[in-house]
């Protein structure tokens, strides 16, 4: 995970002040699961969810599918949190049903996916870069067409499968749906959107 991605998701969680069960769904072992934040870990009950389980010391990871969490109850976490994985997820609502349903009332779910954002040249690059300079000369050739409608985003990566690239609207207005105090925040080039919230 980027430095930049996983700050933000630092300072989101330590703003929220998490007090109870956390989870991340798609987890990882390692210093890049969201469980190794130091706003949480000071918690007694971090979870991870992945397709592999794995024991981490100081936290678990249960093997199963984010699609149906049977294995957690209702309300169960504090906190739900999900990096990098709903555009691997090719039933990814299933597993936003689950999220919202684990998560306890005032509970805090924040989500960070790869996304677009803008199309054009101002939106690929800064009009006083080289790389500006260069697409606006190419946009008057046979490119224009591609240039000019084009979007910067994540390159293809199979985890198994990649399936998806989220719009900032589609963050905030489908995977937030009904939540309280929704923000979000875009990071990065190509764009990775992060969204959090409470469930009422």
């Known amino acids: 995970m980027h430095p930049a991605v996983y700050g933000v998701f630092e300072q989101v969680c330590a703003r929220a002040g998490i007090e109870g069960p956390v989870l991340e769904v798609g987890a990882v072992p390692g210093d890049d699961s ?6 949480l870990r000071r918690l007694p009950e971090r979870v991870g969810l992945n397709l592999q389980g794995a024991d981490c010391g100081s936290y678990r990871i249960v093997q199963g599918n984010a699609n149906e969490m049977s294995a957690f109850a209702d309300g169960q976490f504090a906190a739900v949190l999900s990096n990098a994985t709903l555009e691997h997820d090719p039933f990814f609502w299933k597993t936003l049903a689950e999220i919202g349903r684990v998560t306890a009332p005032r509970g805090f779910i924040a989500i960070g996916v790869p996304g677009f954002v803008g199309m054009g040249l101002d939106a690929i690059a800064p009009p006083r870069s080289w790389f500006g300079w260069l697409l606006r000369a190419l946009r008057r050739g046979r490119y224009a067409d591609v240039i000019c409608a084009s979007t910067v985003t994540l390159g ?3 985890f198994p499968g990649d399936y998806y690239r989220f719009s900032e609207a589609a963050v905030r207005e489908v995977f937030m749906a009904g939540l309280t105090g929704v923000e ?4 990065m080039s190509p764009p990775r959107i992060i969204a959090w919230g409470r469930k009422p």
């Open 156 to 158: 293809i990566h199979e």
């Open 34 to 39: 969201l469980l190794q934040m130091d706003c």
């Open 184 to 187: 979000t925040r875009v990071v």
